[in-house]
């Protein structure tokens, strides 16, 4: 298959091109973004540009592409909400939109959150928002899945951006796995997300919204 793949830079991104980089039922991988990776890989292609939802420069090539996977994203601690919407919400449904004109048999993976608000009335503004974001994507003529990983290990050596996240991987990191035991429907890692989209691109899913108990599951098929 040939995967787009937005927010390649972050925590999960990274881990996800990781597992396409390594899965050979991934052809290509086309990253999509502001900064180059620096990686070179014979299956990765880069479209660096200052506007990652401009994708006039290969409008042509969009309908052969088989899925996408959307990890780009932010924290929104210390954010409006009018702030956080241009970057969950506009941004996102930008690239969704697109994407379905070009190609409705696209597999379009969104990578939310535990939480999601999707009755979009309830008080936490970020949940608002991804909510809103979830109904809209799935309201688009694709095949739509939304992601709600739980607290999510980073593997490999990557590393979050996010200076809070990085302090809380540090002080939790040694009891993840006595965690994870005793509550596995509240963790993921990167490496399991990635899996866990290429398997759903190839074969589909029997719900539209995955825990983190099934994006576990999907990870081993």
Known sequence: MKVIL????????????????????????????????????PKLRELVQP??????????????????FFCLGVSSVGMKEEDYRRITYDLTLKVGRTLAAANPKLT?????GQGTDTSEKGRSMWARVKGKTENDLLALPFQAYMFRPGFVQPMDGVVSKTPLYRTAYAVTGPLIPLLKRMAPNAFNDNREIGRAMIAIAASGADGHVLTPRQISARATQ
């Open 6 to 41: 937005f927010g390649a830079t972050g925590m999960i991104g990274h881990g996800v091109l990781n597992e396409c980089l390594r899965d050979d039922r991934v052809e290509q991988v086309l990253a999509v973004g502001r900064n180059s990776l620096g990686i070179e890989n």
């Open 51 to 68: 506007d990652p939802t401009d994708l006039a420069a290969i409008a042509g090539e969009l309908p052969q592409f088989d899925a996408c």
């Open 108 to 112: 379009f993976i969104y990578v939310s």
